[in-house]
């Protein structure tokens, strides 16, 4: 039996040894890596092969994913995506420009910078990791540190500015054909304004361009699904791999 290689992305980048280096690809800035060549450093970093990963990207993550697949597509042998941002939503007209909210952005990034978002602990606590119940008050612990040294980085501000770009970069090669599997949220907790309809049309609409795929609808769920509902996403995971 081949062995596969699970590789789960959350969305947005927050650093590590593996930034640092960058190679054609998407777009990065000298404080920021391509996010798909971050991915196959850290599998590197972790005794891979490069061949065989199973790709879970969440949110806007699946761009990278999707990229990674067309790009290197001997090492890619499944994508399953949990909520993810497909081509078509960054497309729609109504989605907010970059240079709309990248400025408020910022100064956010630069409160938490400067420890004000400490004297906030509603930010923090509103999380979904925290309100779904799942973790420990250790694991909580951990989070919040995270959440208050490492939210909003330049990279993490680059990928916003960057996004357009990037999907139309990916928009120009043809969507990977190998097995993907997409779990998609009734759109809640995104904060782009789309309906329901709209948010699963466009996940929906991607999977159509692929053979082999298939598809969750979690209707009562918003988009951080690993939080809110993770025993179904492991169930469904576990099946989904051995038989791909």
């Known amino acids: ?5 699970l590789l789960k992305r959350t969305g947005y980048g927050i650093g590590g040894d593996c930034w640092t280096y960058c190679i054609s690809g998407f777009s990065c800035s000298h404080q920021s890596q ?20 199973v790709l879970v990207p969440h949110s806007i993550s699946g761009l990278e994913s999707v990229y990674w697949a067309q790009k290197y597509p001997n090492e890619v042998s499944a994508i399953i995506g949990i909520d993810v941002g497909t081509v078509n939503a960054y497309f729609d007209p109504n989605l907010p420009k970059a240079s709309d909210f990248v ?5 956010l990034a630069f409160a938490e910078h400067m420890g004000v978002t ?4 509603s930010m923090v606590e509103s999380e979904a990791a925290i309100s779904a119940g799942s973790l420990t008050e250790q694991e909580k612990d951990i989070y919040k540190a995270i959440y208050y040294r490492r939210t909003n980085t330049p990279p993490m501000v680059q990928e916003l500015v960057q996004l357009l770009d990037n999907a139309h970069k990916v928009d120009a090669l043809p969507p990977p054909q190998i097995p993907v599997m997409l779990f998609i949220s009734n759109g809640d907790g995104i904060g782009l304004g789309y309906t329901k309809e709209q948010w699963q049309g466009f996940q929906l609409s991607y999977l159509s361009r692929i053979a ?8 009562d769920y918003g988009h951080y699904l690993q939080d809110f509902a993770p025993d179904v996403l492991a169930q469904k995971i576990k099946a989904f791999i051995p038989a791909n």
Do not use: W
């Not at 039996?1 to 290689?5: D, E, F, L, R």
């Not at 400490?118 to 602990?121: D, G, H, L, S, W």
């Open 212 to 219: 082999n795929s298939k598809y969750v609808l979690m209707d």
């Open 34 to 53: 391509d996010p798909t060549e971050q991915g196959r450093c850290i599998s590197k970093a972790h005794g891979g092969d490069g061949l065989n990963h």
């Open 1 to 5: 039996m081949v062995k596969k290689k």
């Open 118 to 121: 400490r004297f906030i602990p």
């Open 103 to 107: 400025t408020k952005i910022k100064i």
